[in-house]
């Protein structure tokens, strides 16, 4: 199994940045692939941007040269930065890892831009 916490949410105007941080319970190395998603109220769950094992990442489209993720495996932890944040950005995010065949999500960090 795989726990996984969040951290770093929080409140920032319309333009701002906040930096996402997830916390593995076990190394990262043996997860195949990370990411993060997000969830506005009323909304489907969507894909934010995910890294695999590898370092190859993969972003949504609303997202794309705005935020970058990253990992840190010495830290089994891996990262959003979010930068140009617009009030459309607002949700729960989520951090997700497949790891044999399972998925593990965290239990989320509220993210809110105001404009």
């Known amino acids: 199994q795989v726990q996984l916490v969040e951290s770093g949410g929080g409140l920032v105007l319309t333009g701002g940045s906040l930096s996402l941080s997830c916390a593995a319970s076990?190394?990262?190395?043996?997860?195949?692939?990370m990411g993060w998603y997000r969830q506005a109220p009323g909304k489907q769950r969507q894909l934010v941007a995910s890294i695999s094992s590898g370092g190859s990442t993969n972003y949504g489209d609303s997202v794309k040269g705005r935020f970058a993720v990253s990992r840190d495996n010495a830290e089994n932890t891996i990262y959003l930065q979010m930068n140009s944040l617009k009030p459309e950005d607002t949700a729960v995010y989520y951090c997700k890892a497949m790891y044999r065949g399972y998925a593990y999500w965290g239990q989320g960090t509220q993210v809110t831009v105001s404009s």
């Open positions: 076990r190394t990262i190395f043996s997860i195949n692939t």
